[in-house]
């Protein structure tokens, strides 16, 4: 049974100051915790799922979960969960320290200026993963990968995608060795751009695009050819395209 001050203290990691200070975040549902856990890129510090789910899953959660884990009621979990719908285990991972080396010579690099949708963020490091995208470089002011709806959308992809958060400009400044190229409404036809080995990709905010100040750093705007009368494609979706078109 969890005690109302441990229940307070889970749900408290759904915001950010308490993530931080506490160096925590949870991860809901079957397929994300059982990946996060398989990864072993973040440590997984408690964990509280149903007794069904518990015993389909003992030899597993017994290798890979932290020795602190709790049969939990459906109730329960509801009550910690940051999800309209909870799922039936629930984990506290430890984040892991940030990864500032990021090597952009012969790598394509996603770089994010301020994405504030939780859902878009979480939706492109899983579309990183599928590509084979190992790093990604946020903006200061981009939403934070620890959000819940982040980590809900990686599905189970946080761990094998470098995810950094920096001074956006000064890092572009220190790569200009690298070709970087900025998603734009106007720009180079992506189907003219080929296959790349190397290269900064910058996606833009999803309500103003890309800053001023990074644009002044931009070696090449690309743009997805417009068919339809949609006035702009969802940032996430965008990047999908992209990368589908140059790797």
Known sequence: MLSKTHTKYIQSLQHKKFRDEANLFIAEGPKVVMDLLADRKFVCKE??????????????????????????????????SALTTSHSVLAVFEKRKQNLSVQTAGNIVLALDTIQDPGNLGTIIRIADWFGITAIVCAVGTTDMYNPKVVQS????????????????????????????????????????????????????????????????????????????????????????ILSHIL
Do not use: C, H
Request: glycine share 10%.
């Open 47 to 80: 964990l509280f799922a149903v007794k069904e789910w518990l015993n389909e899953q003992k030899e597993i959660v017994t290798t890979l979960a932290a020795t602190d884990v709790s049969e939990t009621a459906d109730f329960e979990l509801k009550k910690i």
């Open 154 to 241: 990686t599905m189970g992809s946080l761990g094998r995608v470098n995810i950094v958060y920096t001074d956006l400009p000064g890092w572009l400044a220190a790569n200009k060795k690298t070709k970087i190229f900025s998603a734009s409404l106007e720009g180079k036809d992506i189907n003219r751009i080929g296959k790349l080995k190397e290269g900064i990709i910058v996606i833009g905010n999803e309500a103003n695009g890309v800053s001023d100040e990074i644009l002044e750093l931009v070696d090449e705007k690309i743009t997805i050819p417009k068919i339809g009368g949609a006035e702009s494609l969802n940032a996430a979706v965008a990047t999908g395209i």
